[in-house]
């Protein structure tokens, strides 16, 4: 089956940091990728998204491009910030017109520290 | 922007009672909402998904009559863990969204549940 995998954490850098959490998947077809945040004490919403091999998802600085060839999808941001600190969830879905699903990665807790 | 709330946020609750969570869409209304549970440093994982007005559509392995699911409306929707054991206590995520697109999922803050 489908399976995500994601660096474990927790990660801790200094505001302006250059940040990179990794990601890679399983998938038997062609799937679309997301990243999806969670800050404290709130729900995950959708971060970004790529839904074809070299798409690159990008907001709020973070990028992420869809690496068919090494079924990569590796979070990047160039430089963080101390409100960037949250919890971050690779996931992935395959197409199956009304049985669409996500499957998610463990998540990945970074912490920005001043 | 859309939220989505969790009611309790936190459950104990002894072995063989039932306990109700609740799951609301407080500002738009919610076509499909999905049930996830999250064990201490693993993923998130689907449980069920339900539709307003229909059945819920349950996951592999999990236990229809042991996870009761309601959609009554559009704006809510309930889980029902009945006869809860210790290894039922997790935490319980649920997610709504309009039915556009299904990534477009807007989360609750989830609930612990504990059982004693």
């Known amino acids: 089956g489908d399976s995500v995998t994601q660096m474990e954490g927790p990660v801790t850098l200094s505001e302006e940091a250059f940040l990179t959490i990794n990601c890679t998947y399983t998938a038997t077809g062609y799937p679309s990728l997301f990243w999806y945040v969670q800050y404290p004490g709130e729900g995950l919403q959708l971060l970004l998204k790529a839904t074809k091999a070299d798409d690159k998802g990008s907001n709020k600085g973070f990028e992420a491009t869809y690496r068919k060839e090494t079924t990569s999808f590796h979070l990047e941001k160039g430089s963080v910030q101390v409100s960037d600190s949250a919890v971050y969830f690779c996931?992935?879905?395959?197409?199956?017109?009304?049985?669409?699903?996500?499957?998610f990665g463990t998540g990945t807790r970074l912490t920005i520290i001043p | 922007g859309a939220v989505v709330s969790q009611h309790p946020s936190w459950v104990i609750c002894k072995s063989g009672t039932s306990v109700k969570i609740e799951c609301r869409s407080l500002?738009?209304?919610?076509?499909?909402m999905f049930w996830y549970r999250q064990f201490p440093k693993q993923s998130l994982m689907l449980m069920a998904t339900s539709n307003e007005g229909s059945k819920a559509t349950y996951e592999q392995g999990v236990e229809k009559d042991k996870f009761l699911i309601n959609h009554a409306s559009l704006t809510l929707s309930t889980l029902t863990v009945t006869s809860a054991h210790p290894e039922d206590s997790s935490f319980y995520i649920c997610?709504?969204?309009?039915?556009?697109?299904?990534?477009?999922?807007?989360f609750g803050p989830g609930t612990r549940l504990t059982v004693t």
């Open positions: 996931a992935l879905s395959e197409e199956d017109f009304g049985n669409e699903k996500l499957t």
């Open positions: 500002d738009f209304q919610a076509t499909t």
């Open positions: 997610s709504a969204n309009t039915g556009t697109t299904y990534y477009e999922q807007y």
